[in-house]
């Protein structure tokens, strides 16, 4: 009989802990019985660096380079993935030579062999430690891509008999390796002190912060590209959005259409689920993975997040559905950006928005302009044009505007859209109103289009001391019937 998705289990972090007896007799009864979802993370055991069970591989030692650093290479175990299986990766921690760091940035986009070298940091993040901000380094990478091909097989078949996501490495595994590398570091009290700590990744290093962020309130800072934000229907595995998008060609294997990354579906079928199951697995675990249904939790505890989703992405798929349904999350919509694409002709290649970011975050004194946030859009159809009006908070400081646009462009997810770009024709310089400060423009419609599907650009310049960075954010996504 197949496993419902709702029967979701807690693991020891430590396999000779007193308490596994107890916690494997608890995992035994969850199986036998139908329960409602519960937590997929022990905060409590994620915190307790008891457990991490560290293995010193480079202790503390001083780094030259243009910022000398003090770094520490470790392994630590994240938890066990199930019953016996430990779940160990390396973490590199750096820290200013001259002072314990304030707060950190934390990535995952690194390989265990990457994290064997000293890091010579560059770019941003050699500002962020000129500024006292330490560096966090893990491996949020799948299995096989570090030689252990077997493990992430095995969880993906475990998880498809079961819908524990505690089996599954990209719901558990992942952010859990994220919020374990702040235990980590946060023990490390004679290099850290406690501050904030922005997580900032793309694809599976974007989806993983992204969950994580809503458990974890460790975590001050999210910047994520190409990686799911909402829970848009094909995401909840909804029949009638799945029988439109089988109908435009659209797969179930592969990512076009996943719950939160890689489509799974067709795996948990076939290991004798059926979709009732992947329903309830789908409703159940979405409170505790998408940013779209914490809005109001993260921004109380003042998270703040920025998100690249793409305009063509194959994970970051539903932008139409997303930007009808929230238009006030943050996002910057490069055209035709996405998993392997090259972007439009006129994209802005000038963009500096993560390292804009990361320094407004961590130094808000020395960057006193805060970042544009997202504005409302406005559109107003006649027989042969349509007028858009982008509106700003008064003050925002915005210089420039360009909007974008498709005539008929496929559904969310589906082949069409992800393979058909915007032209190279369909773009255009807005004009702002010196009087009401909106920025406006007409588009002429094609007579032969039955809908159109646009979004706006719009720059900002701020400043960190001496050094200029422009940043953009996009209007909502928005898709008009003709």
């Keep these: 009989m197949p496993a419902l998705g709702s029967q979701i289990v807690n693991y020891s972090f ?51 380079g243009p910022v000398m650093t003090r770094q520490k290479l470790v392994t630590i175990n994240v938890g066990e993935i199930w019953q016996g299986q430990d779940y160990r990766l390396p973490v590199r921690m750096v820290v200013p030579a001259d002072r314990k760091a304030r707060g950190f940035h934390l990535t995952g986009g690194n390989s265990p062999t990457k994290l064997e070298r000293e890091t010579r940091p560059r770019g941003i993040d050699l500002l962020l430690l000129q500024g006292g901000v330490g560096l966090v380094m893990t491996v949020v990478q799948e299995p096989g891509s570090y030689g252990k091909p077997e493990l992430g097989g095995r969880s993906e078949a475990r998880f498809a008999k079961s819908l524990d996501p505690h089996h599954k490495i990209q719901y ?24 904030k700590v922005a997580v900032t990744g793309s694809s599976k290093n974007g989806a993983s912060p992204s969950m994580a962020i809503i458990h ?100 970051a798929y539903d932008m139409a559905w997303g930007g009808a349904h929230h238009p ?68 925002s400081g915005e210089e420039s505007g360009r909007i974008w646009w498709m005539n008929d462009r496929g559904a969310d997810g589906s082949p069409r859209y992800l393979k058909e770009p915007i032209p190279d024709k369909n773009t255009k310089e807005m004009a702002q109103d010196s009087d009401s400060g909106v920025w406006t423009v007409e588009i002429k419609i094609d007579p032969n289009a039955s809908r159109i599907d646009l979004f706006s650009n719009h720059r900002k310049t701020i400043k960190y001391r001496e050094k200029e960075l422009r940043t953009y954010i996009s209007s909502p996504y928005t898709r008009i019937e003709l």
């Excluded at 558990?172 to 290099?191: G, N």
């Design 172 to 195: 558990w595994a992942w952010p859990a390796t994220l919020m374990r590398a702040i235990t980590t570091a946060y023990a490390e009290t004679d290099h850290f002190d406690k501050g």
């Design 14 to 64: 430590n396999r000779t802990h007193p308490m596994n007896s107890i916690r494997f007799l608890g995992l035994l009864l969850i199986l036998s019985a139908t329960a409602q979802a519960t937590d997929v993370f022990d905060m409590d055991a994620i915190r307790d660096s008891s457990t991490l069970e560290i293995e010193v591989v480079q202790d503390w030692r001083t780094v030259p």
């Design 328 to 395: 006030s999350i943050p996002l910057y919509l490069g055209a035709n950006s996405g998993h392997g694409k090259k972007g439009h002709s006129n994209i802005e290649q000038d963009q500096q928005n993560k390292s804009a970011f990361l320094l407004r975050h961590f130094f808000p004194d020395d960057v006193r302009q805060p970042l544009l946030t997202s504005p409302t859009i406005e559109t107003n159809l006649t027989k042969s044009t349509l007028k858009v009006t982008v509106r700003f908070a008064p003050d």
């Design 216 to 315: 974890d309130d460790r975590m001050t800072a999210l910047h994520a590209s190409v990686s799911p934000i909402w829970d848009s229907p094909l995401r909840l595995c909804d029949r009638e959005a799945w029988d439109r998008h089988l109908a435009e060609g659209g797969q179930q294997r592969g990512f076009s259409g996943g719950h939160f990354g890689p489509n799974f579906n067709q795996r948990v079928l076939d290991a004798g689920n059926t979709w009732e199951n992947l329903q309830t697995f789908a409703n159940d675990i979405s409170d505790q993975v998408f940013v779209s249904r914490n809005l109001q939790g993260l921004r109380d505890r003042g998270v703040e997040m920025l998100f690249h989703p793409g305009t063509h992405d194959m994970v």
